[in-house]
């Protein structure tokens, strides 16, 4: 299984991530479809996303918005790819349009056959076992505008993924308090920051810190 | 008088709105042109809507003002913009006024042709429920302004058809009361600011401001308010006077406004120069209309359309989703034109114009079919196919300097390709002609814009063609059925014509500029994301995106239909070459709405 979570941030500040992804993990010559949280105005995010990954080689881009009628013609080469990305973006949103659009069942396959899924923020909550962390903290969090219930998602990993972490005692004393309610590890990553999975190797990019039962304990790379 | 003072209270930030008083230069330079009305303050106006920008632009406010409409301004709007005439219903009936309620100069309704009106010289058709306010001079530009819904003038349908005068308002009649509802202002100034975000030449919204019953009156803005009806009505007259009259009022405006090159020397140089500016302008105006799906009722009386291209009216404009040349509206009496005969009404508009010069010129008016085949027509339809080429191109995602190379050395390339994606673009279903809401259509079987956004990123990937069933998966509209878009060896060989000459133009790129079609593939793959965005309005969804801000109006502030309108503007982008930031705007108030609007761009994108 490959995959790599994105907290998000810049690009520069992403590089070391895209380029372990690209050098370890990718075949030579890749290519990327990108899928974007929702539609409208996706095609600006594209294009910064090729922007990003022009520079580092790659020259084979798939656009694939998933909250509009996707012809069959695109989802086969999606799919025929080698990475795809879930873009950050509305958590809630995501993943009800993924669910609604039938591709989590073929992302999984993806994974299982051997393609790398990326994730940024949203995107790498999605690949977790629920999107509970999107709900929180209350000062700066997913609005569920759509009223989402299933909060279950792809279940990818053991542990739940919490992008946008900065230091603080806020912070900190919410995610404490949540992991104490929960039986799964939370990985909290700073914009910058993220996890990457390369079969049976599990690597942490950056500084972050895991909150389980209640205890922070911090990771650097 | 006592409205006067009150216009004068608010000297110092808002001096300019002073200017705004009725007095107009069109009125003493052609006085025919136009009839002269008395108007009155209007009460129980309600400011909607500011356009901040424009009024920074036309030096009606200060660049560093406010984006809010603080008491003051809302003051001095209603005090300029919130007036009805004193027209001859009013006169006739001895009605009463009060002294300080009449404002102290007067006001013009213009005169010109129009093709519903049944004396068809344009003696008695015009601005029918509008009046221009006067002009602003700022930074060496002059700017009219006009205002809809300002009370009946003698020049509407209404008094001609029943040779009688209505009084403003009177609700037996609806389009010659004089008053404009809200909705026509909402659907202007939404339509009105996409396209003019686009590159699209159009009046535009200055204010909106609101009355009791829906009522409303729409103030519009341009660098130059003039029809093509305007002039016509004089060849129609046989008046030579009047025609060179207002067409020396036309140039001096357009000479002032710097929009002409270096003034003309001579009488006869100047009217060449007209008929070569107004010539290539139409030929412009109309390729790009067509090309974008612009559908704007062009007839005989050149009405609809300003003199520089710009729409005005946007009763009947529509922008398709899809290229449905079929369409036409239905005003009751009459089909309008369709999207591809705007091209033959904009070459009568030009033989028109070569008629009144040349009667300018000779003092004798020739019969209009002596033109038909004159040097401005075959100017006309040259420029119209430059712009057609490059249109495609654009279309395609190639930038300007790929344009420039592609035109100069593969145009027998683009032709082949152009002809090849309008086979795609006219298909249409076997289900035939069809009636809808406002017209008849016949619906398109194929998105063009889908396949040309889709396609680079596929050949990015594969590096070849794809197969003719994908093709067809990808551009195949929402009207086709699977019988139309069958696949017979027609349409096969097409598919890879499409794609062939496709192929040939990245390749030309390619060497011509010393990379490889990759890289040109990349570019492509950005650019026509956003010139073929998913996301684009019709008139349908202008038309429901109206109805639903409006649902919300009363609840919603200037600054919020602001936020509204900016959103959409926004959203509706299609220059690649000027993206700006992607707004956040699921975090701002209204996000409900603004999900509601992207929901109906969606649900109506392929409609008309």
Not at chain 2, 309 to 319: E, L, N, T
Request: charged share 25%; glycine share 6%; hydrophobic share 35%.
């Amino acid at each position: 299984m490959k995959l790599v979570f994105y907290s998000s941030g810049e690009p520069k500040d992403n590089l070391e991530l895209d380029k372990i992804m690209l050098s370890q993990m990718a075949p030579t010559d890749p290519q990327i479809t990108f899928i974007p949280s929702e539609s409208s105005e996706s095609e600006i995010h594209f294009q910064n996303f090729i922007k990003q990954y022009q520079k580092l080689g790659v020259q084979h881009f798939i656009h694939m918005p998933i909250d509009i009628p996707i012809h069959e013609t695109m989802i086969n080469k999606a799919f025929q790819g080698d990475i795809i990305h879930l873009s950050g973006g509305n958590t809630y949103y995501f993943l009800h349009h993924l669910k609604r659009s039938n591709l989590l069942g073929k992302l999984k396959k993806f994974v299982a056959s051997g393609g790398i899924l990326a994730g940024t923020s949203a995107g790498g909550i999605i690949m977790t076992p629920s999107i509970t962390t999107a709900g929180f903290p209350t000062f700066d969090c997913d609005d569920n505008y759509i009223s989402l219930k299933n909060l279950t998602a792809m279940s990818l990993v053991n542990f739940e993924f919490f992008p946008h972490y900065k230091k603080s005692k806020r912070y900190d004393q919410e995610l404490a308090s949540y992991s104490k309610k929960s039986r799964l590890p939370l990985l909290a990553c700073p914009d910058g920051t993220g996890v990457i999975i390369n079969g049976d190797v599990s690597m942490v990019c950056g500084k972050l810190s895991c909150f389980y039962q209640g205890k922070k304990i911090n990771f650097k790379y | 008088m006592k409205n006067a003072t009150s216009i004068n209270v608010n000297k110092g930030m808002y001096d300019k709105f002073c200017q705004v008083n009725g007095i107009h230069p069109l009125a003493s330079k052609v006085p025919d042109s136009c009839v002269l009305y008395q108007a009155r303050k209007r009460k129980n106006g309600k400011v909607t809507y500011f356009n901040f920008n424009l009024a920074k632009s036309m030096g009606l406010i200060p660049e560093d003002h406010q984006e809010k409409i603080t008491n003051e301004l809302d003051q001095i709007i209603l005090d300029t913009f919130s007036i009805i005439i004193i027209n001859e219903y009013d006169i006739n009936h001895k009605i009463k006024f009060k002294e300080e309620e009449i404002l102290p100069n007067k006001y013009m309704a213009t005169r010109y042709l129009q093709l519903q009106h049944p004396n068809k010289q344009g003696k008695t058709s015009g601005d029918g429920r509008s009046i221009w306010n006067g002009t602003i001079h700022h930074m060496g530009k002059v700017w009219d302004i006009s205002s809809c819904g300002t009370g009946a003038t003698c020049l509407s349908p209404a008094t001609s058809i029943n040779n009688k005068f209505y009084q403003s308002g009177d609700p037996s009649i609806s389009y010659g009361c004089g008053f404009s509802e809200i909705d026509e202002g909402y659907n202007t100034l939404f339509f009105s600011e996409i396209l003019k975000k686009n590159g699209i030449e159009t009046e535009q919204v200055l204010a909106l401001i609101r009355y009791p019953n829906g009522m409303s009156i729409t103030v519009r803005a341009h660098s130059n308010l003039l029809r093509p009806s305007h002039f016509f009505r004089y060849i129609k007259q046989g008046d030579d006077k009047n025609l060179k009259k207002l067409l020396d009022y036309y140039v001096d405006r357009e000479i002032e406004n710097k929009s002409w090159g270096p003034k003309p020397t001579s009488e006869k140089e100047k009217y060449n120069q007209f008929m070569h500016n107004i010539t290539k302008t139409f030929a412009r105006t109309t390729a790009t209309f067509e090309d974008e799906y612009i559908f704007c009722w062009l007839d005989w009386d050149g009405d609809n359309i300003l003199m520089d291209g710009g729409i005005i009216d946007y009763g009947s404009v529509r922008q398709f989703g899809l290229f449905h040349h079929n369409y036409r509206f239905d005003d009751d009496a009459r089909f309008s034109t369709t999207i591809t005969e705007q091209k033959l009404k904009a070459k009568y508009i030009i033989q028109t114009f070569a008629q009144g010069i040349d009667f300018i010129l000779s003092k004798s008016k020739k019969k209009i079919n002596i033109f038909k085949h004159d040097k401005y027509q075959k100017l006309f339809d040259q420029t119209f196919k430059q712009y057609k080429n490059r249109n495609i191109l654009k279309k395609i995602g190639f930038n300007s300097n790929q344009q420039d190379i592609l035109l100069e050395h593969n145009l027998k390339d683009v032709l082949k390709f152009r002809n090849a994606f309008s086979y795609f673009e006219k298909a249409k279903t076997k289900e035939g002609p069809a009636k809808l809401p406002d017209g008849i259509t016949w619906s398109v079987i194929f998105c063009m814009r889908d396949i040309l956004r889709e396609l680079p990123q596929l050949y990015l990937c594969d590096e070849k063609n794809i197969l003719p069933e994908e093709f067809i998966d990808i551009a195949k509209s929402s009207y086709a059925t699977e019988d139309d878009l069958y696949l017979n060896s027609y349409r096969q060989e097409k598919i890879n014509l499409f794609q062939h000459q496709y192929w040939k133009l990245i390749r030309a790129i390619a060497e011509k500029t010393n990379t490889t079609p990759n890289k040109v593939l990349i570019e492509l793959t950005m650019r026509s994301s956003v010139i073929n965005k998913y996301y684009r309005v019709t008139g349908d969804a202008i038309g429901n995106i109206v109805d639903t801000v409006l649902k919300q109006s009363p609840r919603l502030a200037p600054e919020e239909l602001e936020d509204l309108l900016h959103f959409i503007v926004h959203q509706q982008q299609f220059n690649p070459d000027d993206i700006s930031s992607v707004i956040e705007h699921k975090k701002h108030e209204n996000y409900k709405i603004k999900n509601r609007i992207l929901t109906l761009v969606k649900d109506f994108r392929e409609g008309i």
